[in-house]
Each structure stands twice: as C-alpha cells, then as structure tokens.
C-alpha cells in the first residue's frame, strides 16, 4: 500500500490527499446506515484529469474505491470499508458556463446544488431539481442516484435534467459525453449507464444541465382533506385546472401532523389536528395578475366538491416558508424518537392508503408502541415512512425492513423512489426486479469494473 500511496500523492497536489489522522469524520459518516471502515486514503482531485490518474493507479493495484459527493445520502453508497481508496470530488466545484440561449449550465460534479441554484437564478433560470439536503447535497452524487425531491411532479427525477456529462470508467478511461442538445439520437445514450448507478460502473465528473424558465409566481396551499379517495381527487384537479402548472403536491397523514404539533415547538402547524390527511402543494404560474385568484378559484372549487374540507393559502414568502417547514423541517421532531428507520418506497397511488394502514398496524403488531409516520411526494408515486420501534439493532432493522418492503413487494411498487440502493437495500433489490433485470446489472457491472473496485458492496 506504501507505493500505491506515493504513486497517488504524485497525482495531485499537496492538499489532494489525505491519509491518518487528517482523514476527519466527514468521510466516514454513514448516517446511521452501519459502520464504517478506516480508508487507506483521501483522495481530493480538483479535475477530471486527475480522477482518472486516481482511477488508473488503483485499478492497476487492485485498489477498491469508494467516490463520495455530498454525503448527504440516506442508503450508506457513501460508505468506505477498511483500505478503501475514498475518492471524494468536493474540490471540483466550478460552474464552467451558462448558455442563456440554449438553457444549459456547465459544472463540476462537486458544485453544491443550492450554489447550482443561486447561479441559474441569477442568470434568470432555474434548475428544477430540489430536495431538503440542497445546501449540502452535489451534482455529481444527485446524478449518481438520479435524486428525486419536491418538484418531480413538474419536472422529473435528475435524469431529465442531464443533457450530457464526463464520466471516468475504472481503469481511468475518460468518456467524454457533454451534449448540449435536447435530441441526439446518435447510438446508444451512454449518459444514463451512469446516472443512477451510484458510483459502480463510472465516476461522473462533469456535467450538462438543462435549466428551466423561471416560475413569474409561485401560490402554495395547506389543506386539510378527511378521506382518501379526495385526495388523488384533489391531485387531478389540480393537475387539470393549472394546466402543467403544478409545481409540487405532498402529502401528510395524520399521524405526521400530530407528531409535529407535538414534538416540532418552532414549527406552527396551520390547520387543526382533525383531518386524516393534509396536503402542501405548489401552482407556478407566468401571471402575476391572475395567477393567485385563478388558484385560489381552484381551491373553492375542491372545497364545494367536498374534496377538501380546510385550507390556508400562503400571503407572502414567509408564509409559504412556513407552510413547507411543516412537510420539511421536522428534524427537531426526530431526534426525540431516535433510534429510527427512515424509508423512500414508490407505489401507484391506489394502494398508497393501504400501504400505510397495513404498515402502521403489522409495525404495532410486532413492536407494540411503536411509531410510524408516514408521508410523501403522492404525485409522483413516492412515499417516505419513518418508523421508531424503540430499538436500533440491527435485528430490528431487518424485521421492519421485511414488513415494509414485503408490503412493497406484494404491491407491485419499489422499495427505492428516489434514494438509491447503497448497501441499505442490496438484500432488497431482487423484490423489485426481476432476475433476469439484476442479471443485465451484474454483466454491466462486470464489463465496465471487471475488477470489481468502484464502490465495493453498494447497488448488485
């Protein structure tokens, strides 16, 4: 390990590797997603030149490596066992360019999202892909698990947005794909091998962004709705009065709201706690003289349909902060039922209600007391449960995780929306594909890693 170590110290400077004691927490946090191992080394490149020297030196050693973004995930893809080579892209933070005329931002896998946000909205654009770890969160590591968030409904998951990027394969091969078009049907689109496939059959190092017209106004609700079958209801009407304007439709059970009134005291909760579900949702619009009456218009419509029975609309930025704080901002709440499980599972809406009645109650069966709230992006199919049974081990993992997922799987949905597979899932992911799917994974794992070093143990 000694000369791989220099050989890796002569492909970048000075700050570009880290190694001992100079290795800080921030490399090896798992988020609560099992234990992590003392890599070897970090490896800080500022180009895509120098990961793919990185890349080249440890595939000839048979280094394993480990590429790491924000750490902001959730399902341990970021994790690094004992020896491993952590490759980490937080140096490559430039935003190369934006092209007002084509609507394309060029960047580093390492730019910050919110950075990413605040240039495209100064530029007068904005880049639809948006999730509660913005200000952490990267390009490069949103792309690796084609992330989701708020406003997929509108605009689609990561993928949509990625027009083109730079990969590097594991022997260090640079494959150079930066296309600015919104249609190149030239052979096979080599992009989406990467976009997803969490750091195990390349390393994304750059990007081709596509940007969006920014929104002239944006009118945010919280309504209350008693039974579930309003509240796709709701979602359609929705959908069909703001033609293509919905910009974003969550959805709360009860027993969220509840917990927040109880355990969020800096939260301010807008409605009563007597409703069995309750919605935030976003109309962006181009009208700032008839965007807010036509929503609201829209609003007491679902309201003499007996679809919603109580609401609140956002009169100011402020409010509307307010009003998704409720959906966003329980991480005060959490804490005090720590140890948890959080989970990110993709149904169809039908059987969302089901999904959560049966998990509520197959939970208490098996930990009676427990605490399981559930929530999500309903529009776009995606629910989040984050359930406490008062225990941390491991054993209680795996028994939640079966009850959960067993749920899933008997209903046809996935048991990953928008957080990827890491080593969180891996025992999981042949409930949600089929054998001949993981099959087709494990050739394209083998033909682009032969050795098996990039991202050991996450995804197959």
């Avoid at 700050?15 to 946090?29: E, H, K, V």
């Avoid at 995930?73 to 690094?80: A, E, I, Q, R, S």
């Avoid at 706690?273 to 929503?295: I, M, Q």
């Avoid at 930990?367 to 359930?387: C, E, M, R, S, W």
Wanted: hydrophobic residues 40%; glycine residues 12%; proline residues 5%.
């Amino acid at each position: 390990m000694g000369d791989l170590l220099a050989s890796l110290a002569g492909a970048v400077d000075a700050s570009g590797i880290l190694t001992g004691d100079d290795i800080g927490p921030r490399y090896t946090d798992t988020r609560g997603h099992g234990p992590a191992g003392a890599p070897a080394c970090v490896m800080r490149p500022t180009s895509t030149a120098e990961v793919s020297a990185i890349l080249k030196l440890c595939h000839d050693a048979g280094r394993t490596v480990v590429p790491q973004g924000g750490m902001t995930g959730l399902v341990g893809g970021g994790t690094p066992g004992d020896g491993d080579v952590v490759l980490s892209l937080e140096r490559m933070n430039a935003i190369e360019e934006i092209d007002p005329i084509g609507r394309t931002m060029i960047a580093d896998a390492g730019v910050v999202l919110e950075t990413a946000h605040g240039v495209a909205d100064d530029a007068g654009f904005v880049l639809p892909i948006d999730l509660g770890a913005r200000g952490s969160a990267t390009l490069g590591g949103l792309i690796s698990t084609n992330a989701g968030g708020n406003r997929v409904i509108r605009y689609g998951m990561t993928r949509q947005s990625v027009l083109g990027l730079e990969a590097v394969l594991a022997d260090g091969t640079i494959l150079t794909s930066m296309n600015r078009m919104l249609k190149n049907n030239a052979g096979y689109d080599l992009k989406q091998l990467f976009i997803g496939s969490e750091g195990t059959l390349g390393l994304v190092t750059r990007c081709v962004l596509r940007l969006q017209p920014k929104p002239l106004t944006t009118s945010t609700a919280f309504v209350g709705i008693d039974d579930f079958q309003s509240v796709p209801a709701f979602l359609a009407l929705l959908d069909t009065k703001l033609g293509g304007g919905l910009g974003a439709f969550e959805v709360m059970w009860s027993e969220y709201y509840d917990f927040v009134r109880d355990h969020c005291p800096s939260l301010k909760p807008p409605l009563p706690p007597n409703h069995k579900y309750y919605v935030v949702t976003d109309a962006l619009g181009s009208n700032p003289e008839a965007d807010k009456d036509r929503f609201e218009a829209i609003l007491e419509t679902a309201h003499t349909q007996g679809l919603i029975q109580d609401g609140v609309v956002a009169q100011s930025d402020k409010e509307r902060d307010d009003l998704w704080a409720i959906r966003e901002g329980a991480g005060e709440g959490f804490r005090t039922i720590a140890p948890m499980f959080t989970y990110d599972v993709s149904m169809p809406i039908t059987v969302m209600d089901d999904f959560a009645t049966q998990s509520m109650a197959d939970i208490e069966v098996a930990f009676p007391g427990a605490k399981t709230l559930i929530l999500g992006h309903l529009g776009d199919g995606n629910l989040h449960a984050v359930v406490s049974v008062g225990d941390g081990s491991e054993a209680a993992h795996r028994k939640v995780n079966d009850i959960l997922y067993g749920i899933i799987r008997d209903a046809g949905g996935s048991v990953s929306a928008e957080h990827g597979i890491g080593t969180e899932k891996r025992d999981y992911l042949n409930w949600s594909r089929t054998d001949a799917e993981v099959e087709i994974m494990r050739m394209l794992k083998r033909t682009l890693d032969p050795k098996g070093i990039l991202n050991p143990g996450k995804v197959i």
